[in-house]
């Protein structure tokens, strides 16, 4: 049997937990429940970190001991967790007895080796941060470069452990296993960061400073660095807590780590070292998720007041709609922009709309028509036989994908497959086929098929809205009980349909709050000569590529449109690049062209690349200069831009673009010049041959 063993960071005790730290565990859930009903045999532990300064100076304003402080906070973690139903398997709390015996050991253990020695050190010291911090990291006012608070010199005897003797190993390690810290980026910046000769690791803080921590087993005047204890928690769970997978396996090494990215460097360089020389095999993935921010880029912080609370929006929306959004809405690896218009946004568009919809219409349809019983279908034709292919590979395609854990494109894949049903019953309009006798066995096949399309959809959401998909499988007398459910055909004709409601009520506040938007104001056709002002054309960074679920010319990507606005493009750029190469890659985007559905997905703009090969239908994306940021504005040289307005193809069409020595202008009409285009005063580019169209 396959393992899939997954952590969360173990959260600082102190913190009132918040959207960054439910994301991580709802990830961590989800990645679980998705193993669960792959066949894996799963381990997910979360936890709290308990020691340290911060706790200590908490207790003593709060004028309890430390231990008293931590008994008490760490609830507030466990309960959030209960209340998300959340399935860890085991949480883990660096102050209980166990973890520090066996960090204690693992101390011993390096000391005896000759692992850790002593000497005098000074330095600049972030309270906040617990650390010390090279001249170079600090900021410009002698601030650490994270909590941005002033930082003191100290000088002490400290214990050090020989983290730089493993410099090289590490490097090595990264190498051999390109696949070791996700996403690639973060993986560079850590190859990056080993370019330059790496320090010892100091482990120890003088108790005469820092009383709350696990005392060093071979000086008793110290204490155990935070950190150092723990990243330990992950093997702790498994050696000093005898946590096994259910076949009695150690959990141990990990599949995952899941941490943010600002704590990369602790888990991908302190931790696999320390590893190395306690001779214990390393995690097998680090996987590093982006920030959540507010109000188009904010970090969120206790002193700005924007924190966002979990809480607030599972009580009001429920568990499984919060859970829906942070999986869908973040790019794991990317930041993504919390906005309470861009929840309710997803939850209508995606559960309420899509999901819901397909349910509600089956259900129906099958109450009225057939007295609650499921019909078979009897003939197969061309559109059942391309809904059945698309199941079929969705869920391929989600054993494939999984072991990346990108889980938005995921989710974005099986909700391909209830658009693609939804389509499916607006051809068939199986409301029609029931007021015509003749019809009785087509409306039986149309019902079939969509049911069984509907059931795979919800087992295959299961992961990511347990609860909801559960209350839909049941309306259609179905249940999830392993993962031979995820086949096609497991709905069997007679089954009697349960009691139905819907499963996610649209959201209303922001049905009004659409109505009340102004309509684009339905302009007069616009002048060949005034296309290029009106023509808004942006930067824009590819965040995300997935296949064209229904065109296999066709990617659809997900565009960072500048200001945290995502986009959905569907372009053609299957023959020209590797969807590898696109990933993170700046584009130039004609962002107020009416949006257009391709093939079923709506393509919210478009993107411009020159001919290199008509044959062939070649492109070279056109590129922006090196330090345009999303959202920077391209304009025609010369020309100010006009109001804001919706363009169509056929405005587009008047004008012509080309490349000239790699550089792209624009032809207005016979006898205007050709205007080159621009990006804050630098020229937009394209690697195409001169008088090679760009589109
Ligand atoms: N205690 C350490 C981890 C030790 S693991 C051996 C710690 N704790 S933390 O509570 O500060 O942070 C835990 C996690 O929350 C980190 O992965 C951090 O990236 C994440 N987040 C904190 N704020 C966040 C957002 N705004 N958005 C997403 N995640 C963020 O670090």
Redesign the pocket.
């Known amino acids: 049997m396959k393992n899939f063993y997954v952590?969360?960071?173990?959260?600082?005790v102190n913190?009132a937990p918040?959207?960054?730290?439910s994301?991580?565990t709802v990830l961590a859930d989800i990645l679980t429940r998705f193993h669960k009903i792959l066949g894996y045999q799963t381990f997910f532990l979360t936890g709290?970190?308990e020691h340290g300064q911060k706790v200590q100076r908490a207790a003593a304003k709060r004028e309890v001991t430390p231990q008293e402080h931590v008994d008490e906070y760490y609830h507030r973690f466990e309960d959030l967790w209960k209340k998300m139903g959340i399935g860890n398997d085991f949480f883990i709390r660096t102050t209980f007895p166990e973890h520090k015996a066996y960090v204690q050991e693992c101390l011993q253990k390096l000391w005896d080796k000759g692992e850790i020695y002593s000497k005098e050190y000074e330095g600049w010291y972030s309270v906040g941060e617990e650390r010390f911090f090279s001249d170079d990291e600090l900021d410009e006012n002698k601030c650490d470069p994270i909590s941005h608070r002033p930082v003191e010199w100290l000088k002490e005897k400290n214990y050090f452990f020989k983290m730089s003797a493993y410099q090289q190993k590490l490097i090595d390690h990264l190498n051999e296993h390109p696949d070791w810290i996700v996403p690639d980026y973060r993986r560079n910046e850590i190859l990056g960061f080993l370019r330059q000769p790496l320090n010892d690791l100091c482990i120890s803080r003088p108790k005469a400073r820092l009383s709350w921590g696990i005392p060093l087993p071979f000086d008793p005047d110290y204490v155990t660095y935070?950190?150092f204890d723990?990243?330990?928690?992950?093997v702790s769970a498994s050696t000093a807590f005898k946590k096994t997978f259910a076949d009695g396996t150690p959990i141990w090494p990990a599949t995952y780590?899941?941490?943010?990215?600002?704590?990369l460097t602790?888990?991908s360089v302190y931790?696999p070292t320390m590893l190395m020389a306690l001779d214990i095999p390393l995690p097998q993935h680090i996987l590093?998720?982006?920030?959540?921010?507010?109000n188009g880029g904010e970090?969120?912080s206790k002193s700005a007041g924007n924190v966002?609370n979990p809480m607030d929006y599972m009580e009001k929306y429920g568990n499984d709609a919060f859970r829906y959004f942070l999986a869908r809405e973040?790019v794991v690896g990317q930041?993504?922009n919390f906005t309470h218009d861009a929840f309710v946004r997803r939850i209508n568009s995606d559960l309420a709309n899509d999901l819901g919809n397909v349910l509600n219409r089956v259900h129906r349809l099958v109450l009225t028509n057939f007295e609650g019983k499921l019909p078979a279908a009897s003939t197969i034709g061309e559109a059942e036989t391309e809904v059945i292919t698309l199941a079929k590979k969705v869920i391929e395609e989600i054993h494939t994908d999984l072991p990346q854990a990108r889980l938005s494109q995921s989710i974005e894949t099986i909700m391909s497959l209830v658009r693609s049903i939804n389509r499916y019953l607006e051809v068939k309009a199986p409301w029609k086929l029931a007021k015509d006798p003749a019809a009785h066995d087509e409306l039986a096949t149309v019902l079939y098929i969509s049911a069984e399309a509907v059931r795979l959809s919800l087992c295959l959401l299961w992961p990511v809205i347990p609860q909801k998909a559960e209350e839909g499988l049941a309306m259609m007398g179905a249940a999830f009980k392993s993962a031979d459910d995820l086949t096609w055909g497991v709905l069997k004709a007679g089954v009697a349909f349960g009691e139905g409601k819907p499963l996610f009520p649209r959201i209303e506040e922001e049905v009004k709050k659409q109505e009340q938007q102004p309509k684009p104001k339905q302009n007069k056709p616009l002048a060949t000569a005034d296309v290029p002002a009106a023509m808004d054309l942006r930067v824009a960074q590819i965040k995300e590529v997935a296949n064209h679920p229904n065109a296999d010319s066709l990617y659809v990507l997900k565009v960072d449109a500048g200001e945290g606005e995502l986009r959905t493009i569907c372009s053609g750029l299957k023959a020209s690049y590797e969807a590898a190469e696109l990933q993170d890659r700046k584009i130039l985007l004609f962002a107020n062209l009416k949006p257009s559905a391709l093939r079923g997905i709506m393509s919210q703009g478009m993107l411009f690349a020159g001919d290199l090969d008509a044959a062939t239908h070649k492109c070279r994306l056109v590129a922006v200069p090196e330090d345009a940021k999303p959202g920077d504005r391209a304009l025609f040289k010369g020309i100010a831009p006009s109001e804001p307005r919706e363009l169509k193809v056929k405005d587009f069409e008047k004008i012509s673009l080309s490349a000239k020595g790699g550089a792209v202008f624009c032809n207005a009409g016979e006898d205007s010049a050709a205007i080159a285009l621009e990006v804050n005063g630098k020229a937009v580019t394209c690697d195409v041959a001169d008088g090679a169209g760009v589109h």
Not at 7 to 12: K, M, R, S
Not at 18 to 21: A, K, N, Q, R, S
Not at 288 to 294: E, F, Q, Y
């Open positions: 952590t969360t960071p173990i959260y600082y913190d918040h959207i960054g730290h994301y991580t709290t970190d935070v950190w723990a990243l330990l928690n992950y780590h899941l941490i943010g990215k600002d704590i602790t888990h931790w590093a998720h982006g920030w959540w921010l507010v970090k969120m966002v973040m930041d993504a």
